[in-house]
């Protein structure tokens, strides 16, 4: 039975878009947090894919934060043995980082927080064929990094999504998010509002109601294209 990593940077409940598709396919996903110093290990034969999770954690501050140094190496080996591997915010940072890009806040610090729009780029409409309306929590960006296909942006933030070969890519957007984990977000001692860019909880209600079944339906689509192939040989 093939493995399928997702790397976490918090303890919220296992209740995302993510593991949700991973146990539609009677898949039980390996969950490993090493900012509570659980062992990583390395990627093998057995590795079917793997998911960099967001987090709090400033991905420039490996000295800080060590155990982003295993994360990095563990990026490293997914790429190097062809693994599918899917970064999400500070996930899709690190990996942008490792590739060799800037990470950081834009000047003037804007935020999203609450749900945005992206576009694909010309080069990213198979990935994303029309505009979709994504959760979002962050104030950093990645730069695109060198050899990486541009493939989505927001109004706010220009670099949404990349894709660095066929099986490695990064989103800044937390499309993996239900709306039990953003009522979480919403109610977070942390919660951005009133940061620059960022939305209301009203206006956040009213496009969760609108937004969130076409974030699903094409989230999961993605996860299958991405996993699904790995997901079936690992049976």
């Known amino acids: 039975m093939a493995r399928f990593v997702l790397i976490r940077h918090g303890d919220d409940p296992d209740d995302d878009r993510v593991v949700t598709y991973f146990r ?30 967001g987090g709090p954690f400033n991905v420039f501050e490996e000295d800080k934060h060590p155990f982003l140094h295993d994360e990095a190496r563990w990026i490293r080996q997914c790429m190097a043995a062809d693994v599918p ?86 989103f800044q957007f937390h499309a993996e998010v239900t709306p039990r984990c953003f009522r979480r977000w919403q109610e977070a001692p942390w919660a951005r509002y009133g940061k620059p860019g960022a939305q209301t909880r009203e206006e956040q209600d009213q496009l969760m109601a609108l937004h969130d079944r076409p974030q699903h339906e094409w989230f999961m689509r993605f996860m299958d294209r991405l996993f699904g192939e790995a997901v079936r040989v690992g049976d």
């Open 85 to 170: 591997l899917l970064g999400i915010c500070q996930g899709a940072q690190q990996i942008a980082r490792v590739l060799g890009a800037e990470v950081g806040p834009r000047e003037g610090e804007p935020n999203e927080f609450g749900y945005y729009t992206v576009t694909p780029s010309e080069a990213g409409r198979d990935f994303l064929p029309d505009s979709l309306v994504v959760a979002q929590s962050h104030f950093h960006e990645f730069q695109l990094p060198p050899g990486a296909e541009h493939l989505a942006g927001s109004a706010l933030f220009p670099n949404q999504a990349f894709k660095y070969g066929d099986r490695t890519f990064g």
């Open 24 to 53: 539609s396919k009677g898949v039980e996903p390996e969950i490993i947090r090493p900012f509570k110093g659980e062992v990583l290990g390395d990627v093998d034969a057995a590795v079917g894919g793997s998911v960099v999770y």
